[in-house]
């Protein structure tokens, strides 16, 4: 389980995240959600040990990581650009974390990531010969390999579409599942997290504006911030798509 206590940050003066609670279960897909300039990027930051925090604890499975530097807390992030390196082929980058580590995939487990996320066709492929979703299967299987205790996503699915999009989102649930691994995704879509998310954690300035699942999120908004963010970028979603393709699909 992770928990996050009372999580307070401050960039120059100016108050990012203010009294942050919350608990993950193992193996849920929580989805940190929220307009840009949220805080939600900062939080996921947090969580990895990539910023530091002003107050407060994060404590994983019992264990007070506040002070634990980013690469002691097993803790691993697939970046929105994937920073996969361009001058290796698809296999080399997903066993080059492995370098030099205990505690990471054997040689049958890597072969078991690549089965489970089907890329043994595209092994020898540099990656400007791959398609956006094979590049994100290959940083997810890349990050698998380290066998990390806790999953970090930022924004996954933004630079993906159609019919790869929900290809990704299928992968990613069924990654969460198998491994039961702790999966947190950062995103601006509410769609995105109302379709992959068991839990959602919308953010606005720094505050929790509601934490629950799905269906509590369209159903029981807990007040107008909410109600009003998710409506209207479902509005705007579905506008785009009928302007596109006529009101068949919107």
């Given at each position: 389980m992770l928990e996050l206590q009372n999580i307070s940050k401050q960039f120059d003066q100016k108050v990012v995240l203010e009294n942050i609670d919350l608990k993950i279960n193992s193996g849920e897909i929580v989805?940190?959600?929220?307009p840009s300039g949220s805080g939600k990027t900062t939080l996921l930051n947090i969580i990895l040990g990539l910023t530091r925090i002003?107050?407060?604890?994060?404590i994983f499975n019992n264990e007070d990581l506040?002070?634990?530097?980013?690469?002691?807390?097993?803790?691993?992030?697939?970046?929105?650009?994937?920073?996969?390196?361009?001058?290796?082929?698809?296999y080399e980058n997903i066993v080059y974390g492995l370098r030099n580590k205990k505690d990471t995939a054997s040689a049958e487990e890597v072969r078991e990531y690549i089965e489970f996320l089907e890329l043994k066709p595209h092994l020898k492929k540099r990656i400007g010969e791959l398609s956006g979703g094979q590049k994100q299967r290959v940083a997810l299987?890349?990050?698998?390999?380290?066998?990390?205790k806790l999953l970090l996503l930022d924004e996954p699915l933004s630079a993906l579409d159609g019919?790869?999009?929900?290809?990704?989102?299928?992968?990613?649930?069924?990654?969460?599942?198998?491994?039961?691994?702790?999966?947190i995704i950062v995103t601006h879509d509410p769609e995105e997290a109302l379709t992959i998310s068991d839990k959602?954690?919308?953010?606005?300035?720094?505050?929790?504006?509601?934490?629950?699942?799905?269906?509590?999120?369209?159903?029981?908004?807990?007040n107008d911030f909410v109600k009003e963010f998710i409506l209207r970028q479902l509005q705007i979603k579905r506008q785009n798509i009928y302007n596109l393709f006529g009101e068949k699909y919107a």
């Open positions: 989805s940190l959600l929220g002003d107050q407060g604890k994060v506040s002070n634990v530097d980013m690469k002691n807390r097993g803790f691993n992030i697939v970046f929105q650009d994937y920073a996969l390196f361009p001058h290796l082929n698809a299987a890349r990050t698998l390999v380290t066998k990390p019919v790869i999009k929900e290809s990704i989102k299928e992968r990613i649930k069924s990654i969460a599942k198998e491994f039961n691994l702790t999966t959602i954690l919308i953010i606005n300035q720094g505050n929790i504006s509601q934490f629950g699942t799905p269906f509590e999120i369209i159903n029981q908004p807990k």
